[in-house]
């Protein structure tokens, strides 16, 4: 996996097909998914590296996967990059 700008940006296109937003926040705080006024937002910590920010939203797709129909809303285009995600283990 390359901790890339567009490896994130790909994970965000992910998020926002479903239906999600990312948000990125400084604070003392872990990242995760959340409903705020019924829209669901994904909260990332600014201050993370790419490397953190890419595995908590790895972390948050593998959550969100398993408890929804999240993965019909991916497009064609997506849908490599998707099932790449799932299946990552980072060191």
Same mark, same amino acid.
């Given at each position: 996996?390359?901790?890339?700008?567009?490896?994130?940006?790909?994970?965000?296109?992910?998020?926002?097909?479903?239906?999600?937003?990312?948000?990125?926040?400084?604070?003392?705080?872990?990242?995760?998914?959340?409903?705020?006024?019924?829209?669901?937002? #994904?909260?990332? =910590?600014?201050? %993370?590296? $790419?490397?953190?920010?890419?595995?908590?939203?790895? @972390?948050?797709? !593998?959550? #969100?996967?398993? =408890?929804?129909? %999240?993965? $019909?809303?991916?497009?064609?285009?997506?849908?490599? @990059?998707?099932? !790449?995600?799932?299946?990552?283990?980072?060191?």
């Amino acid at each position: 996996m390359r901790y890339t700008k567009e490896t994130l940006d790909k994970l965000e296109s992910i998020f926002e097909l479903g239906g999600y937003k990312v948000r990125y926040e400084k604070g003392n705080f872990r990242s995760g998914a959340c409903l705020v006024k019924g829209s669901p937002i #994904i909260v990332v =910590n600014k201050t %993370f590296t $790419n490397e953190g920010k890419i595995n908590s939203l790895i @972390e948050i797709l !593998k959550e #969100i996967d398993e =408890n929804t129909e %999240f993965k $019909n809303f991916i497009t064609d285009e997506l849908q490599n @990059e998707y099932e !790449k995600f799932l299946k990552y283990e980072p060191n």
